[in-house]
């Protein structure tokens, strides 16, 4: 029996019971997969087991129905019994600041981990911004040199010139095959003896800047830039800057390389209530609880369009974050009687279907854990039955 929790009120009721498979949506999912970790699907989906903690422990979240948030049960209710088969371990949905609605898949919980895969990316963006407001790093044009000097080795002298914002834009010009369904150096970049010197010596294909080719290994500088410029290792450095002041749990942690630097463009493990927050604390403008976690500004500048993305349906990019307008009940498959709108979208995005959705107009953050086909998968449940749950102001 699948597992759902829906319609959590201030008092902490949870209904449980069984859904009935739903109708497929195959035929309308996007083709575009992402090619990072393909072979690897199977078992980062495998649901980590984690000492049972309290409520207020685990979240401090307030739970509220969706009706007292203009969102539809009724359309949540069919969400539920749409997801069984689709892929979806869960699904978290945080309306103007409460959990409105969750779903689990049998064998997962509040408590699951699930690894986040290129949705770390946004998280080591964040952290990137929270080192230039405190000083070790000047800023995204600083010369990734400044930091990792072994690049000053490489005899093409045109990579001394790669920045910071180079890395965060996807723009280094280094050759790299990872997006879409082609070959892939994916397999020769995890077994390399170490990550930060083959991506080095990557040729360099284009100027730095000019075209943007998706690159994890872009991010795995960025993390190697954080842990030499604060002397801290990335999950220390989170730890203390974000996880902590936020209540995340302590059993969140990243993944390292041979070296023992921050997978930071894959390697977060995190329950879907704490990237919620994440979610949150973004739509909050960097701010949690009054305190500002994130500069207002880094948040504004991730956020926004820095260039046009890969060309495709993903949409434009940022800093490390993905940019896309979405509207109600775009693929067509649940259809509701409330008005079609469409949204500007922000999102974190990850191989297999890893997503924090974040809307600012509707104050609304969803985060999908998914074992998908297409990396794509979640999309259609998103736009028609989360953002068509929506019954206006």
């Known amino acids: 029996m699948v597992k759902r929790i829906f319609s959590l009120l201030c008092a902490g009721l949870i209904l449980m019971g069984g859904c009935q498979r739903g109708e497929g949506t195959a035929s309308v999912l996007p083709t575009e997969p992402l090619a990072e970790e393909r072979q690897q699907s199977s078992e980062s989906a495998a649901p980590q087991e984690t000492p049972q903690i309290s409520q207020e422990e685990r979240n401090n979240w307030t739970f509220d129905a969706p009706e007292n948030h203009h969102m539809d049960s009724a359309v949540l209710e069919a969400l539920h019994q749409a997801l069984p088969g689709s892929g979806i371990h869960g699904v978290v949905t945080v309306k103007d600041g409460v959990v409105i609605d969750q779903y689990y898949q049998e064998g997962y919980d509040e408590n699951s981990l699930f690894q986040l895969h290129s949705a770390s990316k946004s998280f080591t963006s964040a952290l990137i911004g929270i080192a230039v407001e405190e000083g070790y790093i000047g800023g995204v044009e600083d010369l990734v040199a400044d930091y990792l000097p072994q690049l000053l080795e490489q005899e093409d002298t045109e990579k001394h010139s790669l920045t910071l914002r180079h890395l965060l834009t996807h723009t280094s010009g280094l050759e790299w095959y990872e997006w879409g369904s082609g070959y892939s150096n994916w397999s020769e970049f995890r077994s390399a003896e170490n990550w930060v010197e083959y991506i080095l010596g990557r040729e360099l294909v284009h100027q730095p800047g000019t075209v943007f080719n998706y690159s994890t290994g872009n991010t795995h500088l ?26 995340i749990s302590q059993e969140a942690y990243w993944n390292t390389d041979p070296q023992g630097i921050a997978d930071g463009g894959n390697g977060l493990s995190i329950s879907l209530l704490d990237a919620a927050k994440f979610g949150q604390l973004f739509l909050e403008e960097g701010v949690w609880q009054g305190q500002q976690l994130v500069p207002e500004e880094w948040v504004e500048q991730s956020t926004s369009r820095q260039n046009p993305g890969p060309g495709d349906s993903t949409g434009a990019y940022g800093y490390q974050w993905w940019v896309r307008t979405h509207t109600t009940g775009e693929y067509g498959t649940y259809a509701t009687s409330y008005p079609t709108a469409s949204y500007e979208t922000y999102f974190a995005f990850g191989h297999g279907g890893q997503l924090i959705y974040v809307v600012p107009q509707l104050q609304l953050v969803t985060v999908f ?17 989360i953002l068509n ?5």
């Not at 960025?222 to 996880?243: D, I, K, N, P, W």
């Not at 854990?369 to 039955?385: E, I, K, L, V, W």
């Not at 749950?389 to 102001?393: F, N, V």
């Open 222 to 247: 960025l993390s190697a830039v954080l842990e030499a410029a604060t002397g801290m290792s990335q999950e220390e450095y989170c730890r203390a800057r974000l996880f902590d002041p936020m209540g």
């Open 369 to 385: 854990a998914s074992n998908c086909q297409s990396s794509y998968g979640p999309r259609p449940y998103f736009t028609d039955y």
């Open 389 to 393: 749950a929506y019954q206006g102001a």
